[in-house]
């Protein structure tokens, strides 16, 4: 007797495999996630290891396990595709209780509804952005009023922030850094003009696909999508910091891929490891 139901029929083989995938990764995570646990239990109840030491080993997988997490998670969010739309509400979300019990008036200009999806990596660092910009300019407590816009001319992201401040702000400032180090880690554009008393503007342009000309890297087969963001940024010359705040991870996590790169490509030194990309 066949038990399938209408429903079901109707399923297309594509989405029966993606829910198959999605399910496999849920329960691989779910594993992962009590091997985790059981561990950290059997470490701190074992009557031969010391408070301390207990306490140390626990931190130590508690901590490998999140950067475990992390990755995957970094991972899956670049394969996903949003919509430009969808991204746009939940930047609001993200910014209704400020909006709410804040003193600053955010306004919202809609992107087209027909503009192309988001890579989930994209998505995630434009929200990103446009908060960390928002925030700068509380903190500065100059402007009273903050236009915030979205656009998409299909190969890149477009948005504009328009506040009403002093109209000091330089693309130089401070407050610029982590905005601008998450553009251009990216390959994004960043301007900012500003005219004395009448408030300033930031355009950003963020692409949505790799640049054409962008250097493979070598024998990178072996090399997460992470890790290969964090080597192409350790090819420039920045430091642990600034790699972090440019992929919007931990410091840690960023010390975790690069002492994997080290290993993985046989180098001693951060120097070597940019070194053998630069020749790649």
């Known amino acids: 007797m066949d038990t399938t139901t209408d429903q079901e029929a109707r399923v297309e083989p594509g989405g029966r495999l993606a829910a198959a995938e999605h399910a496999r990764t849920v329960a691989e995570q779910a594993d992962r996630h009590a091997l985790t ?10 009557p031969r290891v010391s408070d301390a030491a207990a306490r140390a080993e626990a931190v130590e997988i508690a901590s490998a396990a999140l950067v475990d997490l992390r990755t995957v998670t970094d991972r899956h969010r670049g394969a996903l595709l949003e919509p430009v739309t969808g991204a746009f509400s939940r930047l609001r979300a ?49 402007a009273h009023r903050v236009r915030i816009q979205w656009d998409c001319d299909g190969r890149n992201l ?35 003009a500003s005219t004395p008393a009448w408030g300033s503007v930031l355009d950003i342009a963020l692409p949505l696909d790799p640049a054409p000309g962008a250097v493979d890297l070598p024998d990178d087969a072996d090399l997460t999508p992470r890790e290969q963001d964090v080597l192409r940024l350790v090819a420039t010359g920045v430091g642990n910091r600034e790699i972090a705040d440019g ?21 001693r030194t951060r120097a070597e490891l940019a070194a053998a990309s630069v020749r790649g």
Not at 37 to 46: D, G, I, P
Not at 95 to 109: I, K, N, S
Not at 111 to 138: F, Q, S
Not at 183 to 190: E, F, H, I, N, T
């Open 37 to 46: 646990l059981e561990s950290v239990l059997a470490v701190l109840r074992s």
């Open 94 to 142: 993200d910014l209704r209780p400020l909006v709410r019990f804040g003193d600053l008036d955010v306004q919202f200009v809609e992107p087209p509804a027909t503009g192309r999806a988001l890579p989930g990596d994209v998505a995630h660092a434009a929200r990103a952005i446009v908060r960390t910009a928002v925030l700068a300019l509380v903190d500065a407590g100059e």
């Open 158 to 192: 477009l948005m504009q922030l328009r506040d009403d401040g002093a109209g000091t702000l330089d693309v130089h400032d401070d407050a610029m850094r982590p905005i601008a180090e998450r553009v251009v880690a990216l390959d994004g554009q960043l301007d900012v």
């Open 247 to 267: 992929l919007g991870i931990t410091v840690n996590t960023v010390k975790y891929h690069v002492a994997n790169l080290l290993r993985k490509r046989g180098a």
